[in-house]
């Protein structure tokens, strides 16, 4: 169970990793974002042409990557949304069931699924060498490729949320898990992270 343990805790640590680089991402966003705002504004009074579709996609590519690659991470921290009525009531044999059960009956299917339903249209992009349509616009093809990327990341995460499911159910101790303050990198003082959040 140890060894187990241990390729838990290092897909924990690659999914903090990626989350850290998603911080930076969010700002590179914004960042383009802004400029889109304000370039839109510019043009009007300018007469010049400051904006371009390739900025709007980046913004639209980066939105959709830091969605999709970041639901691994958060289900790494238990961020995700959760319709709770038993949950927080259970103790952490009882927590540790409905994490295993969800994972192997729902999480597990439902990223084969979208792997299988999503590949051919990812494959069929890259045949294609698909383009934007829009005048000034990206490649489709790189951020489609991300889809799969994204469910594969998901269903790693549900490797580890597995292992530590049995772990509890075995009596293994564990620290739990704590969502990392907002700009804390994964090797991070611990001390220096809050709980909740």
Known sequence: MQRLLHIADVIDRIQDRIGSWLYWLTLVMVVIGAYNAIVRYLDKYTGMTLSSNTYLEMQWYLFAILFLVGAAYTLKHDAHVRVDILYTRLGEKGKAWINLLG???????????????????????????????????????????VIPIAFLLVMVQGISMTIRAVATLKGFEMEPIAPPALGDMPNADASDTTEGG
Do not use: H, Q
């Open 103 to 145: 994972t192997v009956l729902f999480l597990f299917p439902f990223c084969i699924l979208m792997l299988w339903v999503s590949w051919p249209a990812v494959a069929n992009s890259w045949a294609v060498m698909e383009m934007s349509p829009d005048p000034g616009g990206l490649p489709r093809y790189p951020i489609k490729t």
